[in-house]
């Protein structure tokens, strides 16, 4: 080999040994990258998943208030159903009872009225059953009044009217102005736990 030879074959080797070294260092470099990218990696999994985790727990914490509010609305629209029912029935009840039942609560109503006197006024279909002792029977409550002739726009119970006063007495507007006391009422007794 001559001269020339030995120089490009130490360059050769200069050359070899230096891509070796390059390679290795690259690899070393490529190793150390990719570890911190696996770690980083593993990192970011872990802050996701724990996210997650949370994002999971407020959509269920969500989800439960909105059941427990819904349920919550859905048992007050019930009782709030079941109340009003139960008040119109009352008032059924009140136009439903027989003349003799009907005519006592009138007079318990006129009581309310003691020392009052005007006219009173009922719907037709109590003027047409007025019993024959009505206005003894109103004196002796305390009512002194007379019976208008003419028919009241009222579903039961009666109006009294002296001068420009009225005295609504009707049963619907008797239950309609307790309506809050009744429902505290009917609350305690059907959905008391």
């Known amino acids: 080999m001559n001269g020339s030879d030995r120089i490009l074959s130490r360059i050769k080797s200069d ?4 891509v070796r070294a390059i390679e290795a260092r690259a690899k070393r470099e490529q190793d150390a990258v990719i570890a911190e990218a696996q770690q980083n990696a593993h990192l970011n999994a872990a802050q996701i998943a724990e996210d997650a985790q949370k994002q999971c727990a407020q959509i269920k914490a969500n989800a439960k208030s909105r059941a427990q509010l819904e349920t919550r609305n859905a ?3 019930q009782r709030r159903t079941e109340i009003d029912k139960t008040i ?11 003349d003799k039942e009907y005519f ?11 020392g009052k006197s005007g006219v009173i006024m009922l719907n037709r279909r109590d003027l047409n059953r007025l019993p024959g002792d009505f ?3 109103l004196k002796a409550a305390g009512l002194d009044a007379t019976v208008s002739d003419e028919p009241a726009g009222i579903s039961g119970g009666f109006v009294l009217k002296s001068g420009d006063v009225e005295e609504n007495m009707e049963f619907s507007a ?3 102005s307790e309506r809050d006391r009744l429902e505290d009422f009917i609350n305690k007794e059907l959905f008391a736990q």
């Open 15 to 18: 050359c070899d040994e230096s």
């Open 75 to 77: 048992l007050l629209k």
């Open 88 to 98: 119109d029935g009352l008032n059924s009840y009140l136009l439903g009872l027989d």
């Open 104 to 114: 006592e609560a009138i007079y318990r109503l006129a009581a309310k009225l003691g």
């Open 135 to 137: 206005a003894q029977r």
């Open 174 to 176: 008797m239950i309609a």
